[in-house]
């Protein structure tokens, strides 16, 4: 009876139950892609701020500037949507500029951001817990090393591997992030993620429709600004009030 055998080995340990390993091969074909404002953390307004302030510092105090919601949308496409008048090519040749603006502002605000960003309930337990099960990585419309910045603030980088997600600045349309973070998932795994290998977990009605325009399983999260009525209005696979039931977390995010 090879899968009784107490001298197999599975993460360099003994195994002392049947099919121990081909249990973790199979869960660790699970991608789970984290939106972050809303869903894991919120900056108390602070990106927000220093988002607007760097848009200013862009394109100069007379161009005219719309007042758009974030939720659920990349910073390409809230940049595009604020700056009406601007061309999106021109948008994309300065992308680079309002990085280093924004970047700089939130450097300039590191203490603040560290002191009034927070977690919401259960996260850090979630991930913890889903760690052992499956490949985890953000799917933000924040810009890549904005990302890495928040996620410092609140101590969340040990548990996402940033190099396996997708950011704001690798497209405006969100959508399009699924396929960027499952080639990097890829090679970053060395082992292929598509459709319903995939849970993207956000707290916006964009990210149920990120999910379902890639096949992928969605979790919708009621941490946001809308309420789990009006994301279940959405069709997710699964909703959740917040994080703090970490057996719920889990048996949503699996499918168990």
């Given at each position: 009876?090879?899968?009784?055998?107490?001298?197999?080995?599975?993460?360099?340990?003994?195994?002392?139950?049947?099919?121990?390993?081909?249990?973790?091969?199979?869960?660790?074909?699970?991608?789970?892609?984290?939106?972050?404002?809303?869903?894991?953390?919120?900056?108390?307004?602070?990106?927000?701020?220093?988002?607007?302030?760097?848009?200013?510092?862009?394109?100069?105090?007379?161009?005219?500037?719309?007042?758009?919601?974030?939720?659920?949308?990349?910073?390409?496409?809230?940049?595009?949507?604020?700056?009406?008048?601007?061309?999106?090519?021109?948008?994309?040749?300065?992308?680079?500029?309002?990085?280093?603006?924004?970047?700089?502002?939130?450097?300039?605000?590191?203490?603040?951001?560290?002191?009034r960003s927070r977690l919401f309930p259960g996260v850090v337990a979630a991930l913890q817990e889903l760690r052992g099960r499956a490949r985890q990585a953000p799917l933000t419309g924040n810009i890549a090393a904005v990302a890495r910045i928040k996620l410092e603030s609140v101590g969340l980088l040990p548990?996402?591997?940033?190099?396996?997600?997708?950011?704001?600045?690798?497209?405006?349309?969100?959508?399009?992030?699924?396929?960027?973070?499952?080639?990097?998932?890829?090679?970053?795994?060395?082992?292929?993620?598509?459709?319903?290998?995939?849970?993207?977990?956000?707290?916006?009605?964009?990210?149920?429709?990120?999910?379902?325009?890639?096949?992928?399983?969605?979790?919708?999260?009621?941490?946001?600004?809308?309420?789990?009525?009006?994301?279940?209005?959405?069709?997710?696979?699964?909703?959740?009030?917040?994080?703090?039931?970490?057996?719920?977390?889990?048996?949503?995010?699996?499918?168990?």
């Amino acid at each position: 009876m090879e899968g009784f055998a107490l001298h197999a080995s599975c993460w360099g340990r003994v195994v002392r139950f049947p099919y121990a390993c081909e249990v973790h091969e199979r869960s660790m074909q699970l991608l789970i892609l984290w939106d972050l404002d809303g869903t894991l953390l919120t900056t108390d307004g602070i990106a927000a701020e220093a988002m607007r302030a760097a848009m200013r510092e862009v394109v100069g105090p007379s161009a005219p500037m719309a007042r758009t919601a974030y939720a659920g949308k990349t910073d390409w496409q809230i940049i595009r949507e604020s700056l009406p008048t601007l061309a999106p090519e021109l948008i994309s040749a300065r992308l680079h500029e309002f990085t280093a603006a924004y970047l700089g502002r939130l450097e300039q605000q590191r203490a603040d951001l560290v002191a009034r960003s927070r977690l919401f309930p259960g996260v850090v337990a979630a991930l913890q817990e889903l760690r052992g099960r499956a490949r985890q990585a953000p799917l933000t419309g924040n810009i890549a090393a904005v990302a890495r910045i928040k996620l410092e603030s609140v101590g969340l980088l040990p548990l996402l591997d940033l190099e396996a997600g997708a950011y704001g600045d690798d497209h405006h349309h969100r959508p399009e992030l699924v396929p960027i973070a499952a080639a990097r998932a890829a090679a970053y795994y060395g082992q292929h993620f598509a459709g319903r290998q995939i849970v993207i977990v956000g707290d916006t009605p964009n990210d149920i429709t990120c999910g379902r325009l890639n096949g992928t399983r969605t979790v919708a999260v009621a941490t946001g600004p809308y309420s789990e009525a009006e994301l279940q209005e959405h069709g997710p696979d699964a909703t959740l009030p917040d994080l703090s039931d970490t057996a719920a977390v889990v048996a949503a995010i699996l499918g168990s």
